[in-house]
C-alpha cells in the first residue's frame, strides 16, 4: 500500500514551502536573500549545492 503521508522531505506539489511550515511568500523570500548574501550565492541552486557539498565533507 503506497504511503499516503507528506513529509518535510517532500516540498509540496506547488513548490511553495510556506503551505507546510506556516510562513509567508514574504518570510521565505527574505531569508533566501539573507542566506545568498551572507554566502555570497546567487541562486537556490548555488545555495543546494554548497549544502550538499558541506553534508558530503561531515558525513
Not at 16 to 31: D, F, I, M, Q, W
Amino acid at each position: 500500500m503506497p504511503c499516503r503521508h507528506r513529509t518535510h522531505a517532500h516540498p509540496p506539489a506547488d513548490n511553495n514551502p510556506k503551505s507546510s511550515v506556516g510562513l509567508s511568500e514574504r518570510t521565505v523570500a527574505t531569508h533566501l536573500d539573507k542566506v545568498r548574501d551572507k554566502l555570497g550565492l546567487r541562486s537556490r541552486t548555488r545555495i543546494a549545492l554548497w549544502v550538499a557539498a558541506r553534508t558530503r565533507a561531515n558525513s
